[in-house]
Every structure is written in C-alpha cells, then in structure tokens.
C-alpha cells in the first residue's frame, strides 16, 4: 500500500515535467487546427436562416416544385417559388440543352429522398428518352463575399464571415434533407439534334420514404438545330492548369493515372464548346502564386557546349490528348513574358535547375528566343500545329509587350500572337486574338473593324471587375448575360482565367487567397459542372442562336423576320451600355432577347 501511494506522485511529477519542457515537432495547441467529426462532411452545414419566422408555416412533410435556373437558393431560407411550382414550361431547339431547378423542402427531416424520371413523349408517342434527362444535387460551397457583391477588386475581402453558396454538382440515387432546410437539384435535359419538332410532356416524381410528388414538364420542341459543340463559332478560351488535378488526386504529373484523369476533366471543357488549350512553353509563368505551380510542358536544357536542346514530349502528350477529346481549334502557348522575367532551364553538365531573368529586348532574351522560336516552329510545322498556335502573352509594361513582339514579328510573320490585357490602339495591328478586360475594351466599330482584318477579339473577367463576373457568389444571370454581351459587341468569345485553379479544398471551401471565391475555377474535381458554368455554356448557345439566325434572316425576303432581326439587333446594341448591372434589369434584358429569338425561330426555315 505505501509502494503505491509513493509511486502515484512519481508518475505525476514525471507527466508534469515532461509537458513543462520543449519536445521535438511539439505545436503549441493555440495553433493546432481544430480535428475533424468521425466522418467526412462532403458540404459545410454551419448557416442559420435570417427569416426563421418564415418556417413557422405547415410545411411539414415532403414539399416539391421548380425554381429557376437563374435563382441562387439558399439552404437555410424557406424557397419563394413561382405560382405553379408543380410545372416546367419551356422551349428548345433541336440540340440544345435546357436547364432549371428542382426544389425540395421540408420542417421535417426527411428520409431517402429520390426521383423517378419519366420519359417525356409528345403527342405521336415519340419520345426524348430518360437517358436524355440529366438530375444532379446542388451543393453548398463557402465563399468569402456575400451574394450579388460588388466589392471584389483583386483584394482580400473586408468579411470575417464565409458565406454558404449553393454552386457545385453531384451525382446523387437518394439523399436525406435536415428539417428547416432547402435542397436544390440542377435538371438538364438535352434535346437530341434528330428529335421530331413539337409539344413532349412527361412527369418527375419527387419521392420520400413516405410520401411523393409529381412534377410535370412540358417543353415545346422547335425545328431549329444547334450544332453540336465542337462546331460552334464561339472561341471560349478557359485557362487550364494540369498539374493542379494531378496535385489534387496525389498521382504522378503526366502518368497513365494522370491522363485518364485529365480525360474526363477536359471533357466538360469540350462540351461547353472549349476553343483552347493551354499549354506552357515555360516553367511558372505566372509567380507561383497557385496551390499547384504550372510547370512547363517544353523541357529547356542548356548543353554542356552552350546550345540548347528542347523537349516536347509533355507539350505533345497533353494537346493530343485535348484533340482527341474535341478541343482541337487553337493552342496557346505560355509565355515571351513570365512574371519576373523569370526563365527556367536544365544545366546539362551539373542536372541543376537555373533561373535566369532575361528582360525582352535584351541581347540574352533575343538570343536565346531566336533559337527556341526556329525550334518550336520547326516541331509545329511537323505536328501540323502551326497554322493554329498562338504566343501568348498577358498584360506587362507596354515597353517589353512591344519588345516582345517586335522580336516573335521579326523571327516570322507566320507567328499568331494572343494577349490578354486592356485596350491598347498601338497594339492593334500587331496582335492577331486581343482579348480585352471587360470596361476597358476597344469601342464596337474597332472590333469590327479587326473582324474585316481578319483578326479576332474576345474579352475576359478575372478577379474583376465584381459585375458581371462567374464569381460564387454572382447572381446566375451574369454568366449567361456574357454571352449575350459576346454578340452585342461583336466579340469571337470570352476568356477566364480560369478553368481549373482549385484552392486547398475546393470541394467545400472555394476561399483563395485575396480573390474572390469561384475567381480561380470553373468547375470541380472529378469533371463535374455546376451552376456558374451551366449558365456560362448558356449564354454561349444563345450566341450561337443569334449567330445562326442572322445566317439565316439575311436570305429572307420576309418583312417580319426583317423586322423581328431589327428588333433583336437594337436590343442587342442597348447591351453595351450596361453599367448597374441590376440582377432584375440582366433578367429581363435576357428574357426578351430569348422571346425575340424564339419568335424567329419559328418563321424562319432550319439551317441546311
């Protein structure tokens, strides 16, 4: 009894002794992050409701009814909701995709939630088939501005607080909703381009564990066709980052794994009519400022003799691999211009990696870009690469932009050269796709007068300005209204940067550094869409339709499509002039050009 009574004391004094002294790889716990629950949490719960009163309603048991595609729904707030939730009436061409939103809500928890689609029939009994009818759950993701936002500048966010954004897509068979609680559903359902024209009605039931819905869908089939994406006009230029998805899933860069990765990943891309391909002739151009640095897809070794020898085996691997999927239209090249100056190569005779700054203009840049220049044309012209290759180049100090090109015109006239940055008259002439940061763009009649040069010109977003923008937290409408500016301007397209930059955690959390959430990407790991790229695509197939009926109305003797044509035309032009960007104005501004476009569509003959 006295040999325990000792040692108890002992072990205390040892514990205590121990905790009191500095022990290798200890971490204050003041700094320790906070461990997480047993299980992983696919989406962040952690929102109340502003309006609880709104529950107190008998909205017990399961309630079902359409949105809009163009609405954001926020978990925790009771859905307001049209006077027929219960139906879907809407219009389409042949190929086209048509999207809304399925909303279901309860007091109640609710168990096993899921939906039976239906085929959708029209009155011969021909059918769109449920394979053509896509069902996908919209989950929330963290932002750090809140909604319709119009601080975000390219600077960190004055807001402690996140924000819940419902945004990215996920394939779903059942799910169970939290009482008090909304949970979106994103409907797609893609018209075949051989579908018979007319009136297809069908049902989807929305059931629970003990009870069910049903929701009714009529969509009003036109004899127009769309043509599948990868004939489409529009140039969508979305910066890619391969390495990122490599980074993400833990794979070796540019392994079978990574590939087959990579498939699905671009496949999005190319479905939404995807223009470029981004690939790197540097190592890091842009500052290694990404949570996976771009390394470069053209190897640079210095020989032991001081020539240079260049590897193209990653640069050929990845745009063959975004040809075959369908993006097959230009390749960009990253960059005359990295941030810093900053040029990277092998040293053959010690295998170190040197970093060099090699200013344009300077005897060293010119030297050294003659000879790459010779080398990298010669590989094109083997690949039958050349014709469609652009230089790019991004916004720098006007005196090395035009040092730059002065030297990439006098190694051949047969380089195309890309930028992306502010409106520059002198740079005019000499950039053959200029693609301007929207507000500060090149008046109507300039982009015009580059389409009769047989140039063309597109304009981007980044993390600015706030509106419009593709941010998580813009209003949906913002992204399709882009589109729509893309025709009233007479752009060839838009740009982003970009498609796929994931932060630490992107499934949940879309926070990242000082921009804005949503600035860095598009789309999230695994190939899956979501809202702001669903209403992106949108406003490209509406710029296609406006396209294909202009074709079409100019070999019409008929007055009212004549006057139908004006009418779109002026409306169009009343676009460039948007500067609130009211969500409500954008709305309507879309609605009627879509009204006008249907109406031609219906006395105009299909396309040949």
Partial sequence: MKKALIFLPLNLFLVSFCLSQSIPGQIDSARLPKPGPAHYEPEYLLDEPIRPGDWSGDYRGLHAGFGSEDELYF????????????????????????????????????????????????????????????????????????????????????????FLMPDRFESFDRFDLPGKTVRPVWLSVDIPSDAEPGIYAGTIEVIASNSRQVLHVKLDVGHQVLPKPHDWHFRLDLWQNPWIIANYYHVKPWSDQHIMLLKTHLKLYAEAGGTYITTYGVHSPWGDNEYAIEGGMIQWTKRKNGGWKFDYRIFDQYVELAMSIGIDKAITIYTPLPWGERFFYTEEATGNLIQEQWVPGSDNFKKVWDIFLTDLRSHLEKKGWLKKTYLGINENAMEQTLAAIKIIKAHSKDWKITYAGNWHPELDTLITDYCFLFGNEAAVAEVGTRAYRGQTTTYYVCCNPAKPNNFLFSPPIEGRWQG?????????????????????????????????????????????????????????????????LRQLAAKSADLSVKRLMDELNNHLATLNSEKTFAEEKLKTDVTKGRELMEELSKKLPPAK
């Fill in 484 to 548: 729509w500016y893309s025709a009233a301007h007479g752009y060839n397209g838009f740009l982003r940067w970009a498609y796929d930059s994931w932060p630490e955690d992107p499934m949940r959390d879309a926070r990242y550094g000082y921009w804005a959430a949503g600035d860095c990407f598009m789309v999230y790991p695994g190939g899956n869409s979501c809202i702001r790229f669903e209403k992106l695509r949108e406003g490209i197939v509406d710029y296609e339709k406006i396209r294909i």
């Fill in 75 to 162: 978990r925790t707030e009771l859905p307001h909701i049209g006077n027929d939730p219960g139906s879907w009436k809407t219009a389409g061409w042949r190929g086209e995709r048509l999207n809304t939103q399925i909303l279901v809500w309860s007091t109640d928890t609710l168990r096993q939630i899921r939906f039976e689609v239906n085929d959708i029939r029209n009155e011969h009994g021909k059918s769109l088939g449920k394979s053509n009818i896509q069902l996908r759950k919209i989950c929330y993701v963290l932002a750090n501005f809140p909604y319709g936002s119009t601080e975000p500048n390219c600077g960190g966010s004055p807001y402690k607080n996140a």
